[in-house]
């Protein structure tokens, strides 16, 4: 009986593992003159306090290289699963057998399931009724639960981590590199900043922008009661920073910004390691698989 193995797709998950952990260094070395006191300041507006951050440096264009390597070698480690499931039918596979990555179930049947010529689906002599199959169909980012912190609010299938991966590998493939945004992380930006016990904080408003490369961005902006009163600020230390990479957005959003999908370099790039792992560790589990140990 022919088995799949996997030895192949473990040097790739490997190797994009080694790619992300170049990618961390990088980013921590081009944030840490960032990460200072200096680049948050206090501005007034009115009744309003406002946090307003100097521009950054671009980062390397090195970095976009890298997290270019880590999404394609991660992508990889997929369709080398499906290229050996097919071979452990028995049967030769053929360019068309990649792993399906569907949003919807409609595209699902449509392109992979039940397509009008058989042979052109990504899953093509892979049995239908096995357990391989099963396997990718249930990692479709169509049947991911809701409620990702990770990828909210924009919805459980959109930003899925195996849509993001899709989607951030084929703009790697074809278009361009990937860009780097970076975001104040929200959690971190008000316990920077302090005030007097003699005011109250009455409202607060947090920017959803990146930080520009050209100009001063506003971060957060604050306002106390009474309006009168000095409620003097001041800083207690600096707002920690949420590098991205991903692709660049063909229409503004809400804000006004252009961005498309972005992947945070720590807690998003865990997701999408952790979606192919747990994937490629189901196959593994299968009859006649060997190779990922």
Request: glycine fraction near 8%; include cysteine; charge should be negative.
């Amino acid at each position: 009986m022919a088995t799949a193995d996997l030895a192949g797709a473990r040097i790739k998950f490997d190797r994009a593992n080694e790619h992300l952990d170049a990618l961390k260094e990088g980013v921590t070395s081009w944030m840490k003159p960032h990460t200072e006191k200096g680049l948050i300041h206090l501005a007034r507006d009115g009744e309003w306090w406002v946090m307003v951050s100097e521009p950054l440096s671009p980062a390397p264009k090195r970095l976009a290289a890298i997290a270019g390597d880590f999404v394609q070698n991660l992508r990889a480690v997929l369709d080398y699963l499906v290229w050996q499931l097919v071979l452990r039918e028995g049967e030769e596979p053929t360019e068309a057998n990649a792993f399906p990555i569907c949003e919807t179930k409609n595209g699902f049947i449509r392109d992979v399931k039940e397509p009008k010529r058989r042979e052109r689906s990504a899953l093509w002599r892979i049995p239908v009724d096995g357990g391989a199959w099963a396997i990718i169909e249930g990692a479709q980012p169509f049947n991911r639960p809701p409620g990702n912190p990770a990828f909210e609010p924009w919805g459980p299938a959109y930003h899925a981590p195996l849509a993001v991966l899709s989607r951030l590998s084929n703009a790697d493939k074809h278009r361009s590199l990937l860009i780097d945004l970076t975001f104040p992380e929200q959690r971190t930006v008000l316990d920077a900043f302090g005030w007097s016990d003699d005011v109250t904080l009455v409202e607060q408003r947090i920017s959803a922008l990146p930080l520009s490369y050209e100009l001063p961005t506003e971060v957060m902006r604050l306002r106390f009661a009474p309006s009168d009163r000095d409620p003097g600020m001041y800083m207690k230390g600096s707002p920690a920073l949420n590098p991205t990479f991903g692709e660049e957005g063909a229409k503004p959003d809400r804000d006004g910004f252009t961005r498309g999908t972005q992947l945070s370099v720590n807690a998003g790039t865990a997701f999408l390691v952790g979606a192919v792992r747990e994937v490629v560790e189901q196959v593994a589990l299968l009859p006649r698989v060997v190779g990922w140990e």
